[in-house]
């Protein structure tokens, strides 16, 4: 309809009639529609109203319904037709623009309340929830986003997501991450706030799409997690860490082995396992306390530290077990070495409160890759080495020692051995043999040695000198003693019950059993089986006099006022002096079958004999010589007036049934010597 209009630059004011009409301030509307139709329309007098003027003598009015405006004009005297065809062309026009108008502000009313209700939602989002575009620059920023960085929508609007980074990134890791074409990830990221704290934070990014499913922008929504993430990083501490030393565990100390051990392949290079057990902390720890003993290890793991590259690695396995990896080693005999200087750092004392301790170590090495291909063997493989060195101490700071297969054969054999201790004392696999003593004056029986036997269910026979010292090793000595005491004493009863008269039967006691509550277990037994104490006789050593000498001579004295007689085993393979052996209450003194053994060739062994049974009778002893084989040996004893003999002379270790047919038959030297 413009084509009425006479004016050179009508496009100029269609445009900026739609610029006007678009006007959102209602209130300026007119006034702007008003300013333009004076300057394109003066001769027609126009002028655009909302309301229709009370005088409206000589106005032409046109109306346009949509939006109530009126198009007025003054214009003196009488329109013509073309005046009135521009005019009605303006009405339309104008009628169309303000159509449009209306349904553009709808549609703003619409948008802003949609964006209103958005932010809100938003702001009521306790998380952090931020928009950005495919290069990273934020687009909203919500009320939980201002609370968890400290900056403000202001501040972060427009701005680079990277400022917000612990550390600048690369663009291109946002703009080119796989999350765009896959839809989404989740990840755990370190952020900055605006006072430069980094903080842990959970992010779950998605992609936004166009109407075209193109990308377009991103959506992260962030919360705080550092709470989270310090809790995880203590219980992980407490599961890969000692507690103690602030050590590795060995979880942990496996982990880095075997990691190492893939560095070490591409390096051609070895690797050396220190396995390391503390001597003599268990009795520190137990005399002195667990906070004593805690204290210890403490200050050992400390030497040993200082005493290792920073790129070893040292754990701590267990109570007073260490553990320690050399990386990258070049040459097998720096193990050696360093397991030197380990042991050199124990040789001075360790100032614990008013306590001056030393404590030594036994170290096994392996080396990777001729011992083993793995963290858990080639520890093993130490562990077995360390077994050598305990046993072979060369010094009072300790010992090591290297795998070697043969090693392994005998520590197999042991721990088959251990196994079957334990299992053989569920399954009733022990049994009692009997070796009688015999009185040389009379030629009749005494008394008898109640030996321990193991028939194993698969092996057949072990001899005690096979298993014995490993039941003391792995404390299950206490136990098999309780058994052999029990077992005598019921023994005992089914004799008295077919009328034997009392004789005593000696029980072998170990060191560990022989505590300030072992008199009280001898006198249970001797009431669970309803015997007198004249039935029992108990062997203990030399060694075990000079262990808390005052202690001993009390719980000696408990067990003799109990009516059980002492006797002194393997005498003279000690160091007990006549001075204290005097204090004790020993009943019998039992030469060791050592010194027997030369007589009556071997000048020293007759000289040693004749000196103890002199002493002994001095000190109104009985004596019982032991391993008593020849007729030789007898008439030599005899001749220097020993009391009785126990050895293959007489008898070899019967059953109970064979033993008490010679006693019921009361069988002699003579008769029963052939056994």
């Not at 964006?115 to 009320?143: P, R, Y």
């Not at 193109?214 to 997690?225: C, E, F, K, N, T």
């Not at 006789?537 to 002492?566: A, C, F, H, K, W």
Request: charged share 25%; proline share 2%.
């Amino acid at each position: 309809m413009l084509e009425d209009f006479d004016h050179t630059n009508d496009l100029e004011f269609g445009v900026r009639l739609c610029e006007t009409i678009l006007c959102e301030d209602e209130l300026l509307l007119t006034d702007q529609l008003n300013t333009l139709l004076q300057q394109y329309f003066w001769e027609f007098d126009l002028r655009f109203m909302r309301q229709l003027p009370v005088d409206r003598a000589g106005l032409h009015i046109s109306e346009i319904c949509l939006e109530h405006f009126y198009v007025l004009s003054g214009k003196a005297g009488i329109l013509s037709e073309t005046d009135f065809n521009k005019m009605n062309s303006l009405t339309a026009i104008s009628a169309r623009l303000f159509s449009n108008r209306l349904t553009f502000m709808q549609q703003r009313r619409q948008e802003k309340q949609s964006q209103l209700i958005h932010t809100q939602i938003m702001d009521h989002i306790h998380e952090s929830v931020i928009t950005m575009d495919l290069a990273g620059f934020i687009l909203s920023w919500n009320a939980g986003a201002e609370r968890l960085f400290g900056y403000s929508a202001a501040e972060a609007l427009g701005r680079n997501v990277l400022f917000l980074y612990e550390s600048e990134e690369s663009v291109d890791a946002i703009s080119k991450d796989s999350f765009l074409e896959n839809g989404g990830r989740e990840m755990e990221v370190r952020r900055r706030k605006k006072t430069g704290e980094i903080f842990w934070a959970s992010l779950s990014l998605s992609t936004l799409f166009d109407e075209a499913k193109r990308p377009i922008g991103m959506i992260g929504y962030l919360s705080d997690i550092t709470g989270r993430k310090c809790s995880e990083e203590k219980i992980n501490h407490l599961a890969y860490y000692d507690s103690l030393t602030d050590f590795p565990n060995r979880t942990l100390f496996k982990k880095l082995v075997d990691s190492a051990i893939g560095q070490s392949q591409r390096n051609d290079s070895t690797i050396s396992i220190m396995f390391i057990d503390l001597n003599r902390f268990k009795l520190i720890n137990d005399t002195l306390g667990h906070g004593v003993g805690d204290q210890l290890l403490k200050q050992v793991a400390s030497r040993f530290r200082l005493a290792l590259r920073e790129n070893d690695v040292i754990a701590r396995l267990g109570s007073d077990e260490f553990a320690i990896a050399l990386i990258d080693v070049k040459q097998h005999f720096y193990a050696g070495l360093v397991a030197q200087k380990l042991l050199e750092t124990l040789e001075g004392t360790f100032a614990i409160g008013e306590h001056d301790l030393r404590v030594g170590a036994s170290i096994g090495i392996s080396i990777y890759p001729q011992d083993g291909s793995d963290a858990e063997d080639l520890l093993q493989k130490a562990d077995i080495a360390m077994f050598k060195a305990k046993r072979f101490l060369e010094k009072s700071s300790g010992s090591y020692a290297f795998y070697d297969v043969e090693m392994n054969q005998s520590i197999t054999s042991r721990l088959y051995l251990e196994s079957g201790l334990r299992r053989a004392l569920r399954a009733n696999e022990f049994f009692l043999l009997f070796q009688p003593k015999v009185d040389i004056a009379s030629g009749r029986v005494r008394g008898a040695e109640a030996l321990i036997r193991w028939n194993h269910p698969r092996d057949g026979m072990i001899a005690p000198a096979q298993f014995i010292p490993v039941a003391e090793e792995i404390n299950l000595i206490a136990q098999i003693d309780a058994w052999v005491l029990d077992t005598a004493c019921a023994q005992a009863r089914l004799w008295q019950d077919q009328g034997v008269s009392p004789f005593r039967i000696a029980v072998n006691i170990s060191a560990k059993e022989f505590t300030a509550s072992f008199p009280a277990k001898v006198a249970a037994a001797l009431y669970k089986h309803g015997i007198s104490a004249s039935w029992i006789e108990l062997e203990i050593t030399e060694s075990m006099l000079m262990q808390n000498t005052d202690l001993v001579v009390d719980i000696m004295r408990e067990i003799t006022r109990l009516g059980v007689s002492l006797a002194l085993d393997d005498f003279g393979t000690g160091f007990s002096s006549l001075s204290y052996l005097k204090r004790f209450p020993i009943h019998t003194l039992k030469i060791d079958r050592s010194f027997i053994q030369g007589i009556p060739d071997d000048v020293d062994d007759c000289a040693i004999a004749s000196a103890i049974i002199s002493m002994a009778k001095q000190m109104k002893h009985r004596v019982i010589a032991e391993g008593v084989e020849t007729q030789a040996q007898l008439s030599f004893l005899q001749a220097m007036g020993c009391d009785e003999i126990q050895g293959y002379l007489f008898s070899r270790p019967v059953d109970s049934d064979v033993f008490f047919a010679g006693v019921h038959q009361q069988f002699d030297l003579t008769r029963l010597g052939g056994e």
